[in-house]
């Protein structure tokens, strides 16, 4: 039956469940808040719908304003995507009792799955293994009284929600009641919920899940395996399917489990099953369930052929799977790479800004929120791109994937792009020993070959003035042309990041036509794909592609080189300042308090991420320009001090 499907969610997986959908026959309605409104998604809908501001909690998390938009646009069914209020069973109630149609689990599915502590209950029901943890009670002294009993390191994970948010480590019993605060600090902003559970923090974790889909006739199969070991703050950055490494039994065991899960509380929809694999003992427990589509499906699809949103839209109607297990097969590798707007040189940032071009690889899956003028804004999560590759086996695709990367071109955001190609080299990888801790444990290089990507886009921009030259009308004109004459200077070029080269004797812009001014691409080092460069003359901007990471430069002369503001002077003698551009979370200390260091100063938000700002030595606060709430641009000084704050350790 066609459907008219409303998408309550943005960016790259509204735009790939349009893409479904309307294959299938469907007309599709976006909804957007107002920095969304001239985004891709929203193009991509037959229509849209503008659902309010800015800030989550007016927009793309209000139940009614969602609503509203499906009475306006007359929709008969709603896919949450995942994130916002995909695993809401109270939103999947409100559209179930507004007569349309949930494109996912029944809401009662979502209720008992969407706290872990209820999840863990009813996995030991199913004869699955959790791990030991105590979840009785929230009191903090009991809570503490739990972690020394299990045993010190223990994790502190929010009962409520996914997607890494809300998670602590407490290594010792010193660390406890700072974890706790953070971890139920997070939870409840994030979610609502401030309940948590504390667990044995397994110290080889692999994090192992398994892809499976239900039907409302009682049908319940699994689509294999993924490892999602890659992550920072227990947000997953890279993904494989199927996972490798794992003896045949433990895969039968777990995909058994999951699918024992799952037939327990009567799952009708496509969801994952997650655990932890113990790399020591080779364990696996129950992790949780996330009762939606995950954001790394596409590794799942490219292995088995199954397209997990059409099977979700027509399970939404009531239709059988029409897929048996035997019907499943296993072909190949996949992997995917998220592409987050952050330096992630520099403790993974958030970065902002207005992307001005996107070179997009041959043979690669590309889901994106993103296209040439996109802004990407701190009001979101930086994910803003998934690069997904298949190949006859693992070693394929690892080598498809560098290829991909390789190719790749996003200009005026910096980007994960170049961790992804470093990681990829790394021989934990190569060998399949990654864990969850590998970062935590890894030395990440300290900064980008600035000077070798420099080199390329000075290459590059030596190309684009010569092929802009000789196209120029000017040297049509014979002999007696009055070309002009194309300057040479010393010009410096500088990256996003603030990354300075000299780069001597480059030609300057020369006169330019309507025609010849607009940007253009070249091969920076000759070569076609590899290592693409992009330049635009009008503008000054050049940008490369070095070792799997984009850089975007400015070409500017030595008297328009940067000099620190006076906000970089003042943070260079102690001044705390906005290192991204963020919403005030929380404000923690006023003027006259003494700090030692370390001692948290200022909470902000970006990307739905929090993150602590702390004091870099002792010294005794002096102003505090901020309020909650408050939105903060990069650099802006937030927190000064009487006496320089020099580190005494």
Known sequence: MRQRILVANRGEIARRIFATASRLGHQTVAVFAEPDAAAPFVADADESVGIGPAALSE??????????????????AIHPGYGFLSENPAFAKAVVDAGLIWVGPSPNVIAAMGSKIQARRLAVTADVDVIPGFDS????????TAATAIGYPVLIKASGGGGGKGIRIANTAADFAKALNEAKTEA?????????????????????????????????????????SVQRRYQKLFEEAPARGLDTSIVDAMTSA??????????????????????????????????????????????????????????AQGEPLGID?????ITGHAIEARLNAEDWTAGFIPQTGTVNHVAIPGG?????????GSVISPHYDPMIAKLIVGGRDRDDAMARMRHALDELLIVGVSTTAGFHRWLLDQPQLIDGQITTRFLDDTDLPAADDVAGAADLAAAAWREAVRANRANSPWSSTGSKRLTPHINTATLGLIDLLGHTYDAATLPSTPLLSAANGRPQPFPADGRDNTNPAWVDIASRTV???????????????????????????????GAITAPFPAVVADVLVSPGDDVASDDPLVVIEAMKMLHTLAAPGPGRVASVSVTVGDQVESAQVLVTFDTPQEDDR
């Open 59 to 76: 927009s793309y998390l209000s139940i009614d304003k969602i609503l509203q938009a499906a009475t306006v646009a007359n929709a008969s």
């Open 188 to 228: 409840a902003r994030t979610f609502g919920d401030d309940r948590v559970i504390v667990e044995r923090y397994v110290d080889s974790p692999r994090h192992i899940e398994v892809q499976i889909v239900g039907d409302k006739h009682g049908s319940i199969i699994h689509l294999g395996t993924r490892d999602c």
């Open 325 to 329: 297990q035997a019907d499943v097969t």
């Open 543 to 573: 940008a490369v592609n070095h070792e799997g990471q984009s850089h975007t430069f400015s070409v500017v002369a030595r008297t328009e080189r940067w000099a620190p503001d006076d906000a970089d002077k003042r943070a260079a003698s």
């Open 364 to 372: 690669a899956r590309w889901d994106s929120s993103i296209e040439a």
């Open 137 to 144: 009670s929230q009191d903090a002294h009991e809570l503490a």
């Open 258 to 315: 999951a699918v024992r899960m799952a037939t327990s509380v009567g799952y009708d929809s496509a969801g994952t099953v997650e655990f932890v694999v113990d790399g020591t003992t080779g364990e696996f427990f129950f992790l949780e369930m996330n009762t939606r589509l995950q954001v790394e499906h596409p590794v799942t699809e490219l292995v088995t052929g199954i397209d997990l949103v059409e099977l979700q839209i027509r399970v």
